[in-house]
């Protein structure tokens, strides 16, 4: 009975020693998880470092970027400012120093005032057909062969003042000789329209005193 209550104990022991961890598969144990995790810590640490550094990088790019724009754009403005001052400045100096050099500007001038010279109220048709023949031969077509090389108006325009009322006078008296005309005994209209030697007299004498005045003023 004692030997077996020896034996049991023995066995009780024995299994007690087995089933216990060993120091190095407690230290084996404990250390891997430490290590793993440094070593995670580690890397962890080095990609957020480099991660932090990376985006410094670009800001500065960018700053430098925009630094270089900023100036590109601040000389960009001076020399437009500089060529707009010498446009300007360019455009004075032509306006103050050369004399205003527009030929159709002069012609449509005058071209509206010789408009204005009308014969649609001469009721024959015969008076109106001459007249505005003559008004076309001995006013417009010299008139407008003179101003063909004046280039600015405003230096012949005084020639023109009173070409319009003289005109309409003209016109006016030829019509009251020409219902005068009519009015004799044995006389007709295509008769009395044909003595044009009075008006194309003065419509010539106007013609060439415009043609002097603006030969005179336009240079």
């Not at 030829?174 to 009075?198: L, P």
Request: proline share 3%; glycine share 6%; charged share 40%.
């Amino acid at each position: 009975m004692k030997y077996l209550l020896t034996l049991l104990m023995a066995l009780s022991l024995v299994n007690l020693m087995l089933t216990r961890p060993t120091p190095e598969d407690d230290g084996g144990t404990s250390e891997e998880p430490q290590t793993q995790e440094t070593t995670g810590e580690t890397t962890g640490s080095d990609e957020k470092k480099g991660a932090s550094e990376e985006p410094n990088a670009d800001d500065a790019s960018k700053t430098d970027d925009v630094e270089e724009k900023g100036d590109d754009d601040t000389a960009k403005k001076e020399d437009d400012g500089e060529s707009k001052d010498g446009e300007g400045s360019e455009k004075s100096d032509k306006e103050k120093g050369e004399p205003k050099n527009d030929p159709r500007e002069t012609y449509n001038k005058v071209i509206e005032q010789l408009d204005q010279i009308k014969v649609d109220n001469v009721e024959d048709g015969h008076e109106r057909s001459e007249l505005a023949a003559d008004i076309q031969r001995y006013l417009r077509n010299p008139i407008v062969d003179v101003i063909g090389s004046a280039g600015d108006f405003s230096k012949i325009a005084k020639c023109f003042k009173s070409m319009v009322g003289d005109a309409k006078k003209a016109i006016e008296e030829d019509v009251k000789g020409f219902k005068e005309c009519t009015a004799k005994k044995d006389s007709n209209a295509y008769q009395c329209s044909q003595d044009r030697s009075t008006v194309q007299d003065k419509i010539a004498k106007m013609s060439s005193k415009i043609a002097s005045c603006v030969a005179s003023n336009r240079s």
